[in-house]
Protein backbone atom coordinates (compact mmCIF):
# COMPACT_ATOMS: atom_id res chain seq x y z
CA UNK A 1 0.00 0.00 0.00
CA UNK A 2 1.30 3.72 -1.04
CA UNK A 3 -0.13 6.46 1.06
CA UNK A 4 0.28 10.07 -0.50
CA UNK A 5 -0.42 13.11 1.82
CA UNK A 6 -1.80 15.81 0.55
CA UNK A 7 -2.79 19.66 1.64
CA UNK A 8 -0.69 20.92 4.18
CA UNK A 9 0.36 24.71 3.94
CA UNK A 10 1.03 27.96 6.21
CA UNK A 11 -2.20 29.03 7.62
CA UNK A 12 -2.93 32.02 10.55
CA UNK A 13 -3.98 30.67 14.02
CA UNK A 14 -7.60 30.11 14.35
CA UNK A 15 -7.78 29.09 9.85
CA UNK A 16 -8.30 26.08 9.05
CA UNK A 17 -7.03 23.24 6.85
CA UNK A 18 -8.10 20.33 4.83
CA UNK A 19 -5.70 17.17 4.40
CA UNK A 20 -5.93 14.70 2.01
CA UNK A 21 -4.48 10.83 2.03
CA UNK A 22 -4.96 8.75 -0.92
CA UNK A 23 -3.98 5.02 -1.30
CA UNK A 24 -2.82 3.24 -4.02
CA UNK A 25 -1.26 0.01 -5.40
CA UNK A 26 -2.84 -3.51 -4.74
CA UNK A 27 -4.78 -3.21 -1.83
CA UNK A 28 -8.56 -3.02 -0.07
CA UNK A 29 -8.65 0.22 1.16
CA UNK A 30 -11.78 -0.40 3.12
CA UNK A 31 -10.11 -3.46 5.25
CA UNK A 32 -7.09 -0.61 6.91
CA UNK A 33 -7.95 1.47 9.85
CA UNK A 34 -6.35 5.05 9.18
CA UNK A 35 -4.38 6.99 11.70
CA UNK A 36 -2.95 10.05 11.17
CA UNK A 37 0.12 11.30 13.37
CA UNK A 38 2.14 14.91 14.12
CA UNK A 39 5.75 15.31 14.49
CA UNK A 40 6.41 18.51 15.90
CA UNK A 41 10.39 19.71 15.19
CA UNK A 42 12.47 18.12 18.42
CA UNK A 43 9.08 16.08 19.38
CA UNK A 44 8.25 12.58 19.20
CA UNK A 45 5.51 11.62 16.80
CA UNK A 46 2.51 11.76 18.25
CA UNK A 47 -1.21 10.68 17.47
CA UNK A 48 -3.98 12.61 16.03
CA UNK A 49 -6.54 10.52 15.56
CA UNK A 50 -8.03 7.42 13.31
CA UNK A 51 -11.06 6.17 11.69
CA UNK A 52 -12.58 2.62 11.86
CA UNK A 53 -12.47 0.49 8.55
CA UNK A 54 -15.88 1.75 7.25
CA UNK A 55 -15.84 4.79 8.79
CA UNK A 56 -18.17 4.42 11.82
CA UNK A 57 -15.73 5.36 14.27
CA UNK A 58 -13.78 8.01 15.43
CA UNK A 59 -11.21 8.18 18.42
CA UNK A 60 -8.99 11.73 18.89
CA UNK A 61 -6.34 13.10 20.78
CA UNK A 62 -7.42 14.97 23.44
CA UNK A 63 -5.23 18.04 22.49
CA UNK A 64 -7.01 17.99 18.91
CA UNK A 65 -10.51 16.38 20.02
CA UNK A 66 -13.81 18.87 18.74
CA UNK A 67 -11.54 20.83 16.06
CA UNK A 68 -9.82 18.04 14.15
CA UNK A 69 -12.53 15.57 12.20
CA UNK A 70 -11.33 12.36 10.41
CA UNK A 71 -13.69 11.29 7.61
CA UNK A 72 -13.19 8.79 5.05
CA UNK A 73 -14.13 7.71 1.49
CA UNK A 74 -13.51 4.36 0.21
CA UNK A 75 -14.62 4.47 -3.17
CA UNK A 76 -12.22 7.33 -3.44
CA UNK A 77 -9.59 5.34 -1.13
CA UNK A 78 -8.68 8.06 0.83
CA UNK A 79 -8.97 9.63 4.23
CA UNK A 80 -9.38 13.41 5.19
CA UNK A 81 -8.22 15.67 8.17
CA UNK A 82 -10.44 18.47 8.46
CA UNK A 83 -8.64 20.88 10.79
CA UNK A 84 -10.53 23.49 12.06
CA UNK A 85 -9.26 26.41 14.88
CA UNK A 86 -5.55 25.73 14.58
CA UNK A 87 -3.41 26.40 17.07
CA UNK A 88 0.10 27.54 16.70
CA UNK A 89 1.13 24.25 18.76
CA UNK A 90 -0.57 22.42 15.81
CA UNK A 91 2.56 23.06 13.31
CA UNK A 92 3.80 19.73 12.67
CA UNK A 93 4.23 17.04 9.82
CA UNK A 94 1.17 15.24 9.40
CA UNK A 95 1.40 11.80 8.56
CA UNK A 96 -1.33 9.42 7.40
CA UNK A 97 -1.50 5.44 8.19
CA UNK A 98 -2.68 2.60 7.28
CA UNK A 99 -3.45 -0.68 10.11
CA UNK A 100 -4.76 -3.89 8.98
CA UNK A 101 -4.36 -5.22 12.28
CA UNK A 102 -6.32 -3.48 15.01
CA UNK A 103 -7.83 -0.59 15.70
CA UNK A 104 -4.70 1.31 17.78
CA UNK A 105 -2.90 4.47 18.81
CA UNK A 106 0.67 3.59 18.14
CA UNK A 107 2.21 4.00 15.53
CA UNK A 108 4.71 1.06 16.01
CA UNK A 109 1.38 -1.29 15.25
CA UNK A 110 0.55 1.20 11.90
CA UNK A 111 1.55 -1.21 8.57
CA UNK A 112 2.18 1.95 6.06
CA UNK A 113 2.98 5.28 6.14
CA UNK A 114 2.70 8.35 4.01
CA UNK A 115 5.30 10.46 3.40
CA UNK A 116 3.79 13.65 5.58
CA UNK A 117 2.67 16.88 4.63
CA UNK A 118 3.66 20.15 6.26
CA UNK A 119 1.23 22.09 8.26
CA UNK A 120 2.40 25.66 9.28
CA UNK A 121 -0.26 28.11 11.50
CA UNK A 122 1.29 31.47 12.59
CA UNK A 123 0.60 33.01 15.62
Known amino acids: VQLQASGGGLVQAGGSLRLSCAAS?????????MGWFRQAPGRDREFVGF????????YYADPVKGRFTISRDNAKNTVYLQMNSLKYEDTAVYYC????????????????WGQGTLVTVSS
Open 97 to 112: AASGKIITTTPELYDF
Open 25 to 33: GRTTFSTYT
Open 51 to 58: VSRVGGST
